[in-house]
C-alpha cells in the first residue's frame, strides 16, 4: 500500500495488485542458469500491468510486476530495499493492520523514509525474524532477501488467498505467483499422473502439487527457507491452536457482529472506487449489509442468466439491494456471451482447473473491475461455518432419523432414477444415491468422496496410464488430517478450510479477478473471525436443517427474511446447454484423436463421456467434458 499524496495535502494509501517471481542459486558449483526474470515477469504481466521491478544481490534474484491504483510514482516501486540495503521484499497482497504496525514500531524509535505497508513488513522482519508474519492480519505471498547471509525466505498467507509456487531445479530455487511464470524460469515440464487423476476426480489439483512433477504450490500457512544447505519448509500457521488461544464468548452472536463489521469496515478502506460482489445468497448478502453500513453509495453487483431462469437467481441479489439501498448492478449473460468468453477462460487459466463456476466468475470481475478497482466477496463462509449442503447430509448421517433411514432403503431406486445437476428432481435424485451409497463411509472417507466430482475408477478410466497406487493413497490421507485434529463437525469444517477453501473456492477468486486487474477481498477470512469461528462448538454455528445458523441469527436483522429462510445455492451454470449448443464445434476440434491421446487420456473413455453428453440422458457428463475441456486446453497450450 503506497501513499498518494493530493493537492488538500492529505495522504491517501494505494493498494495494489501484484505479481511476484525470482531465483535462487543454492548450489555455487551450478553453472549459472540463464537470466530468465523478464521472461516469468512477462507470463504475470496481467496482474501487474504498470511497473516492473528487478533486484539482483548474491545468490537472489527478485522481480516484480505492479498494478498502480493512484500512486504512478517510484513510491510504490518494487522489490523494496531497506535503509541498509540488507533486507530487499517482493511483496503480493494487503496488511490490513500496518497503522498500527507502524505506529507501534515508531514507539520504539523506528523512523520510515515511506508510507508503504511493503515498508512496515520488511521492518517488522528485521526486527523479529520470521515470527513476524503472526503480526500480519491481511492475506500476502512475499520473498525476503537478507543480502547479509545471502538467504532468501518465502512466505504464503494463512489461508491460501494468494498463490506460491516453487521449484528446485538443477542447485536453484525457482518461485513465481503462477504455475506458468515458474515454467518460464525453468521449473520442468514433466506430467505428473497423480495429479491427473486427482484433477479428473476433484477437478482441482490438490496442493502441494501440481500438473508438473517437481513444481510444488507453498501451502496455506507455511514458509520456505533457502540457503546454501538447501531448501526447507515448515508451517508458521496453525488456526487449530490459534483458536485454543481465543478467549471465551459469553454471547458469540455479539462477538461475531462485532469481530465482522470490524474486517469489512477494514476492507472498504481504499482510494479508489470499491464495490461488493452479491448474488443473493446468505455470506455475499450479509458483507454487503455490513459494508452499506460503512459506505455510502455502495455499487453491488452480480450476474445473472438470460436464456436460462433455472440458473438465475439475480432477483434474489437485487431484492437484497433494494434493502440495503445499494446502487446494484445485474450482468445478464446470453449462451452466445457465454461460449465467446469460455475461451477466453480457458486462455488465462496455467493449470487445470474445472470449477464451472469460474466461468460467471470471470465475466463478472470483468464486468465489476469497469465500475470499481476493489470488490468484497463473501468467500470462506461456507467453509467456515457450515453452509455447504454436504454439512447437513454429515449432520443426518451422524444422527439419522425416520427420513434418512428411508432414503439409505431407497437406494437402489436412487440408482434407477435419472441424476444430474440439469433440475430440481435429477439433481435432489443425485443427492438422495450419493447419501445411502456413503451412509457407512467413515467421516475422512465419506469427506474425501464428497469433494471429488467423479469417482477415482471413473477419473482413472479417462487416463491412457494408470497413475501410481502407492502415491495416490499418500496424498490422499492429506484429506484425513483435519479429522484427526478436529473432533466432530469442526473436523470437518477444518477439512473444507484446509482443502476446498484454498484449492478451490480462492483459487478461483484469484484467477479470475486477477486476469482483469480486480483486488477481491475477503472479510470472512479475517484471521480474528475464522479463529474465533474455530473455538465455538459446532453446534453452535450449524444445527441440522439450517446450515451457517450462527451467521443467519446475528445477522439477519439485517437483511430480507427471503436471504436468511433459503437453502444453499451454487454459483451453477447451464453447461449441459452451452455444451450442447454454442461450444458443440469447440467441444469435437478439442476432443480430437491426437490431442487426447498425447495429453495422455483415453480415446475411446472421452468419446463415450462426448456421445453420453449428446444423449437423451446425459447424466453428469457435462461436467466430465467440461473438466477434459480445460485439461486439454491447457495441455495445447502449455505442455507440448
Not at 523494496?80 to 504496525?101: K, M, P, Q, W
Not at 481465543?246 to 462485532?258: A, H, I
Not at 487445470?352 to 463478472?364: E, K, T
Not at 431407497?410 to 451409497?437: H, M, V
Amino acid at each position: 500500500m503506497w501513499p498518494a499524496h493530493h493537492p488538500n495535502g492529505r495522504i491517501k494509501y494505494q493498494r495494489p495488485m501484484c505479481g511476484i517471481a525470482g531465483t535462487f542459486q543454492i548450489d555455487a558449483s551450478c553453472p549459472p542458469p540463464a537470466d530468465r526474470i523478464g521472461a516469468a515477469l512477462q507470463c504475470i504481466a496481467h496482474r501487474g500491468p504498470d511497473d516492473e521491478g528487478i533486484h539482483r544481490n548474491g545468490r537472489a534474484v527478485l522481480g516484480h510486476r505492479r498494478l498502480s491504483i493512484i500512486d504512478t510514482s517510484s513510491n510504490g516501486h518494487q522489490p523494496f530495499v531497506d535503509n541498509g540495503g540488507r533486507y530487499t521484499i517482493a511483496f503480493n497482497g494487503e496488511v490490513f493492520n500496518f497503522r498500527s504496525l507502524r505506529a507501534d514500531l515508531e514507539a520504539q524509535g523506528h523512523t520510515f523514509r515511506s508510507h508503504s505497508d511493503t515498508e512496515v513488513i520488511l521492518r517488522l522482519y528485521a526486527v523479529k525474524g520470521p515470527s513476524f508474519l503472526h503480526d500480519l492480519n491481511g492475506f500476502f505471498a512475499l520473498a525476503i532477501h537478507d543480502a547479509q547471509e545471502d538467504t532468501l525466505f518465502l512466505a504464503r498467507d494463512r489461508f491460501g488467498v494468494k498463490p506460491l509456487l516453487w521449484s528446485e531445479v538443477n542447485g536453484q530455487l525457482l518461485f513465481a505467483s503462477e504455475l506458468r511464470a515458474l515454467i518460464a524460469l525453468g521449473a520442468p515440464r514433466d506430467q505428473d499422473l497423480v495429479s491427473a487423476r486427482q484433477y479428473l476426480a476433484y477437478y482441482y489439483i490438490p496442493a502441494p502439487h501440481t500438473v508438473f512433477q517437481g513444481a510444488h504450490k507453498l501451502l496455506p500457512g507455511h514458509c520456505l527457507h533457502v540457503d546454501r544447505q538447501g531448501v526447507r519448509v515448515e508451517r508458521w500457521y496453525d488456526v487449530v491452536a490459534a483458536s485454543k488461544q481465543v478467549p471465551k464468548s459469553t454471547d458469540p452472536g455479539r462477538t461475531l457482529f462485532q469481530l465482522m463489521d470490524d474486517a469489512v469496515r477494514l476492507r472498504l478502506i481504499a482510494d479508489v472506487p470499491v464495490g461488493a460482489f452479491l448474488s443473493g445468497g446468505v455470506d455475499s448478502s450479509i458483507v454487503s449489509a455490513l459494508a452499506a453500513r460503512h459506505h455510502k453509495h455502495l455499487h453491488t453487483f452480480s450476474i445473472g442468466y438470460a436464456d436460462d431462469p433455472f440458473f438465475d437467481e439475480s432477483r434474489y441479489a437485487e431484492e437484497v439491494a433494494r434493502h440495503i439501498k445499494s446502487d446494484h448492478h445485474t450482468f445478464k449473460l446470453t449462451r452466445e456471451e457465454l461460449a465467446a468468453d469460455y475461451t477466453r477462460l480457458l486462455a488465462a487459466t496455467d493449470e487445470p482447473f474445472a470449477d464451472s463456476s469460474a466461468l460467471p466468475s470471470y465475466m463478472l470481475c470483468e464486468r465489476t473491475r469497469k465500475h470499481v478497482t476493489v470488490a468484497v466477496s463473501g468467500d470462506g463462509a461456507d467453509e467456515v461455518f457450515g453452509g455447504y449442503t454436504k454439512h447437513q447430509a454429515e449432520l443426518r448421517w451422524r444422527e439419522p432419523g425416520t427420513a434418512e433411514r428411508a432414503v439409505r432403503l431407497l437406494a437402489p431406486l436412487w440408482r434407477a432414477l435419472p441424476r444430474s445437476r440439469n433440475g430440481k428432481w435429477p439433481n435432489r435424485f443425485r443427492q438422495y444415491d450419493r447419501f445411502a451409497r456413503l451412509a457407512n463411509t467413515p467421516e475422512d472417507r465419506r469427506f474425501q468422496e464428497l469433494a471429488a466430482f467423479t469417482t477415482h475408477e471413473e477419473a482413472q478410466a479417462l487416463m491412457a496410464r494408470p497413475a501410481d497406487p502407492g502415491e495416490l493413497s499418500r496424498r490422499e490421507q492429506a484429506f484425513s488430517e483435519a479429522f484427526r485434529r478436529m473432533a466432530g463437525m469442526n473436523g470437518a469444517l477444518l477439512a473444507d478450510v484446509q482443502s476446498t477453501l484454498p484449492n478451490d473456492m480462492l483459487h478461483k477468486v484469484d484467477l479470475t479477478s486477477m486476469a482483469h486487474a480486480l483486488e477481491v477481498r475477503t472479510p470472512f477470512l479475517d484471521k480474528r473471525v475464522v479463529e474465533f469461528a474455530f473455538s465455538l462448538p459446532a453446534e453452535a454455528k450449524l444445527v441440522r436443517g439450517s446450515g451457517k445458523h450462527l451467521l443467519r441469527t446475528t445477522f439477519g436483522p439485517l437483511l430480507p427474511p427471503v436471504v436468511m429462510s433459503r437453502g444453499k445455492k451454487g454459483f451453477e451454470v447451464p453447461l449441459l446447454d452451452l455444451l450442447r449448443g454454442p461450444m458443440a464445434g469447440f467441444v469435437d476440434e478439442t476432443c480430437s484423436k491426437d490431442l487426447v491421446h498425447s495429453a495422455g487420456m483415453d480415446w475411446n473413455a472421452v468419446q463415450a463421456q462426448v456421445q453420453q453428453l449428446r444423449s437423451p440422458l446425459p447424466g453428469t457428463s457435462q461436467a466430465t467434458v467440461h473438466a477434459l475441456l480445460v485439461y486439454l486446453s491447457w495441455w495445447k497450450n502449455h505442455a507440448q
